[in-house]
């Protein structure tokens, strides 16, 4: 007897691919061309939620810095956003001078959210 399994829908894991390459300042063919794939099959993940193979999988979040717990446990609390995971990375590549920039305006930034409470 065949069990009934639902497929997963990649639609908003494309999305997210697609919002975070272009956050990069990648586009669709550098990535390709750094993945070695073709372009059009990035567009299809992207754009129509095609199943990407777990290789093209594994490499498209390892490179573009994707959480993909917001995928498979949509319900529960993620350790790490996408979007914090993307800010981690960018900071690795600032200075001393820029990461005392960046602290003393999030700080700034939780100070008037407290006082918006």
């Known amino acids: 007897m065949k069990r009934k399994i639902d497929k997963y829908d990649f639609k908003a894991f494309g999305q997210a691919i697609k919002e975070a390459r272009k956050t990069k300042g990648i586009s669709r063919n550098q990535l390709a061309?750094?993945?070695?794939?073709?372009?059009?099959?990035?567009?299809?993940?992207?754009?129509?939620?095609?199943?990407?193979?777990?290789?093209i999988f594994y490499e498209l979040v390892t490179l573009l810095d994707v959480s993909v717990d917001q995928f498979f446990f949509p319900n529960k609390e993620t350790d790490k956003s996408t979007q914090r995971r993307q800010l981690e990375s960018l900071l690795d590549d600032i200075s001393d001078k820029g990461l005392r920039i960046v602290t003393a305006t999030a700080k700034e930034i939780k100070e008037a959210e407290a006082e918006d409470k």
């Open 33 to 55: 061309d750094q993945m070695n794939i073709a372009p059009r099959y990035i567009a299809s993940i992207e754009n129509s939620g095609q199943h990407p193979s777990l290789q």
